[in-house]
């Protein structure tokens, strides 16, 4: 595996949150606003590439039987850096996110790749492929947010997108919104998934029936 | 001690801020583990017995041990919150499952196979760093960590009766599985809106 493809394969194909359902409860809470998803993916990405490069370091000194205790400790160390720093210089961010600050520490996408990429492969390595989820559950985060800002507050990023005759459905703000845009979503990326296989399926009938026609004539 | 107070504390934790449904916490196993009822009423029984005992263990260790003003030595170690409380939470369900499988093996049949999902529920967590948050008292915190918890279970069971049914129905194909749980919770988060009418007073 190049450097390259671990970084791309966080982004779409095995996206944290979209293919995978890691993650789900800060993607549901977080994403009313966009600045809340993007101050929230950078958190969770922070965390992330260090404690993934942190693990990889030590892979090789950890008995197996006390890795995950070992593990957890890693990354509720950098959360406590994280919350540390967000209080002290971003005050209203911290405010708005509230507990799903210190909740980083149980994000499954974060042990999940501590125990199945960084626990097995080199730092350098580690760091891409904590770096690439990050910024695939950033994105992840981004589309749920935008959705979810622009119908129910009539704004992406604060900035006012709708025409002035547009009424907001303040239900998307709400925690309904939430839950229906997360299921349309996903709805959304397993209709794609089955169209493409559909289609690979139908181009490999074509390709196999001419070389059967060829090998005919 | 009001008993009023603790029971706006019951009413609010189990139907107006329900953890799942209004507070997104423990959604993982709520769609994970709702597929059939009585799976659905294993794992809520487990959730509400391990999230009044974390919140027991880690309010204590709070008071007595990390805030300054309380505990006993009374150095601020309020920075240690995260990993004390999230270390408490890992050997506690550790513990609870040698204890119930030594001394009632009935119940460790029931619940056996749940202990270790919620060492990452973030419920758990969530309700501990709520009560500190939030600063209640000892009974208060125990009381919003057992019915925070029943509150997730209603959640849960209610998510497991709707799932059964929805194996038979003719639901189109990209919608199958999670995507539709997820659409039936936004319209169970609905109904329980109207729950934030309910005012004490």
Known sequence: MSVRSEFTKGLIKENPVLRLALGLCPSLAVSSSVENAIGMGISATFVLVMSNLLISLVRKGVPSKIRIPVYIVIIAAFVSIV???MAAYQPDLFRALGIFVPLIVVNCIILGRAEAFASKNTPLLSVVDGFGMGVGFTLALLVIATVREIL???TWYGISVTPSGFEPVLLMMLAPGAFLTMGLVLGFVNWMDQRKAERDKMESVVKAGFARSRKEA | MDLSNLLVIVVGSILINNFVLAR????CPYI????????AIGMGMAVIFVMTLASLASWLIYYYLLDPATSVW???LTFLRTIAFILVIASLVQFVEMVIQKLAPALYQALGIYLPLITTNCAVLGVAVLNIDESYTLIESLV???????GFTLALILMAG??????TADIPKPLQGVPIAFLMAGL??????GFSGLSFG
């Open chain 2, 188 to 193: 169970m988060a609905i109904a329980f809106l």
């Open chain 2, 74 to 76: 009374g150095v601020d």
């Open chain 1, 152 to 154: 129910g507050n009539g």
């Open chain 2, 162 to 167: 709707i799932r059964e049914r929805l194996d």
């Open chain 2, 24 to 27: 997104f916490l423990g959604i």
């Open chain 2, 144 to 150: 919003n960590a057992a019915s925070a918890g029943v």
């Open chain 1, 83 to 85: 919350e540390m720093v």
């Open chain 2, 32 to 39: 994970g583990v709702s597929k059939k009822l009585s799976s």
